[in-house]
C-alpha cells in the first residue's frame, strides 16, 4: 500500500469514535419505545435504541431524538431510562457540539408524566422550552432525561439524588453514542427536582462518567434541606396544594427506595387513602382538591407518628449531603414559594464552608417557575465562559 493511502487509513482509523461505527438500533413508535427488549445489554450509559422525536417536545424539529438507554438504579441493578437529544443547527464546531445536560422539575411518579411521553398540563415542561431553545441557538446540545422509572419500568425515586443523578449523566453517554458530534465537554443544569439532580450529578460525574469533562453545573431553585421542611408541614392548616403533590410524591419515593419505613403507616387514614394515587396521577392531579392538595396539611401525617425514619432517608438524599464539583451557579428568586429563598440561602452558605466554587444570585420579586426565564441571560453567559 503507498504510503499516502497507508497515512489516510490510519488517520481515518484512529479519528474514528466507537459511536460513529456503532448502529444505531431503531426503536418502536408510541408506548412501545419505553419497554426495553430483554436482551438489551450494555454497561451504564449504552444506548438501547432511538428514534427521531415528534410532537410537542421536540424542541429542535427534526434535529430532536428519542433515546432509551441503560442506567444503574440505587440498588445496583440496571434498568432502562428515556430521554432526548437535540442539537444545534448547522455544521458542529472542532471538537463537536458542547453538551448541556438539563434535568426537569416535578412532573409527577406515573409514567405518563414522563416530558418525552408529552405529560405538559399547566406548562409543567414547556415553561423551560425557551431556556433550552436559547442553548440551542448559543451552539449548545441539549440533552435530557426523563429520570429512572418515569416513563419505563419501575417506580420514579422521586428526589433519590443518585438515581437521579445517574440518569443525567448515562444520559450524556448515550447520546454522544446516538451522535459522535458530540464533545466531551458538558455542563449540567436543572430547575427545582432539577436543581436537585443536577448537584447530585455533579458530585458523582467524575467516578461515574471519568470520561467526561464537566465544565460546571447551573440549578436554578434547586429543592434542598426537605429534612427540615417535612416536619414543619404539621403545624399548618391551610390546604396543601403543589406541596400536597410534592410531599405524596416523596412519600412514594421513600416506600420504594426503603420500605421498611412503611410510609402509609405514618398517614391520616384520608391520605393513606389517596396514596394509591402517586401511582397514576401526575403533579397536577395530585394537587387538587380531590386529592393530596386539598388536605390541610396537617392532616397528612398521622399525629404522633414517628417520623425518624422516613426523614433520615430523605435527609441522606438532600443536595447539602454531597459536593459538587467544579463551578456552580445557583439561581433563587425570593418570592419563591415552593423552593423558599432561606434554604437556598442556607445551601449556599454549606456549599461555600465546603469549599464549592459557588456564584450564587438571587432575582427580587421572582418566583419558583418564572426563575428560568429571569435568569436565563446570566445563567446563559455563566456558562458561556464556562465552555471557553
Request: hydrophobic residues 40%.
Amino acid at each position: 500500500m503507498p504510503l499516502i493511502a497507508l497515512c489516510v487509513v490510519l488517520a481515518l482509523f484512529v479519528g474514528a469514535s466507537p459511536a460513529a461505527a456503532a448502529e444505531v438500533r431503531k426503536g418502536p413508535k408510541g408506548a412501545a419505545f419505553y419497554k426495553p427488549p430483554a436482551n438489551a445489554n450494555g454497561k451504564h450509559g449504552a444506548l438501547i435504541w432511538a428514534r427521531r422525536q415528534t410532537g410537542r417536545d421536540a424542541i429542535a424539529g427534526r434535529r430532536s431524538r428519542l433515546m432509551l438507554y441503560r442506567s444503574t438504579g440505587v440498588d445496583g441493578k440496571p434498568n432502562a431510562v428515556s430521554g432526548s437529544l437535540a442539537v444545534p443547527k448547522g455544521r458542529a464546531p472542532r471538537g463537536g457540539w458542547p453538551v448541556i445536560s438539563y434535568a426537569h422539575g416535578t412532573t409527577g411518579s406515573a409514567d405518563r408524566c414522563a416530558p418525552t411521553r408529552g405529560y405538559d398540563v399547566g406548562k409543567l415542561t414547556s415553561y423551560a422550552y425557551p431556556l433550552l431553545r436559547r442553548w440551542l441557538k448559543a451552539g449548545y446540545a441539549v440533552v435530557r432525561t426523563d429520570y429512572q422509572g418515569l416513563g419505563t419500568p419501575g417506580v420514579h425515586g422521586y428526589l433519590v439524588g443518585a438515581g437521579e443523578g445517574r440518569s443525567v449523566l448515562d444520559a450524556v453517554r448515550a447520546a454522544r453514542r446516538l451522535d459522535p458530534r458530540l464533545s466531551r465537554r458538558i455542563v449540567i443544569a436543572g430547575h427545582s427536582q432539577g436543581g436537585h439532580a443536577a448537584l447530585f450529578a455533579a458530585a458523582l460525574a467524575s467516578s461515574w462518567t471519568p470520561e467526561l469533562r464537566l465544565r460546571g453545573t447551573a440549578a436554578f431553585a434547586p429543592a434542598s434541606h426537605l429534612a427540615e421542611q417535612f416536619p414543619l408541614t404539621m403545624q399548618l392548616s391551610s390546604p396543601a396544594g403543589g406541596l400536597g403533590s410534592i410531599i405524596s410524591l416523596g412519600l412514594r419515593s421513600v416506600q420504594t427506595l426503603v420500605p421498611a419505613v412503611d410510609a402509609p403507616s405514618l398517614l391520616t387514614p384520608e391520605a393513606a387513602a389517596l396514596f394509591p394515587q402517586t401511582l397514576s396521577k401526575c403533579h397536577d392531579g395530585l394537587s387538587k382538591p380531590d386529592s393530596f392538595g386539598g388536605l390541610p396539611l396537617d392532616r397528612i401525617f398521622r399525629p404522633g407518628a414517628d417520623l425518624s425514619g422516613l426523614l433520615a432517608v430523605i435527609g441522606a438524599n438532600d443536595p447539602e449531603s454531597v459536593q459538587p464539583r467544579g463551578p456552580v451557579r445557583i439561581d433563587q428568586g425570593d418570592a419563591d414559594t415552593t423552593v423558599f429563598k432561606a434554604y437556598t440561602d442556607q445551601l449556599a452558605a454549606e456549599y461555600e464552608t465546603a469549599g464549592v466554587n459557588l456564584t450564587y444570585a438571587v432575582y427580587p420579586g421572582v418566583g419558583h417557575g418564572a426563575i428560568v426565564d429571569d435568569g436565563a441571560a446570566a445563567a446563559t453567559r455563566w456558562i458561556r465562559a464556562r465552555f471557553r
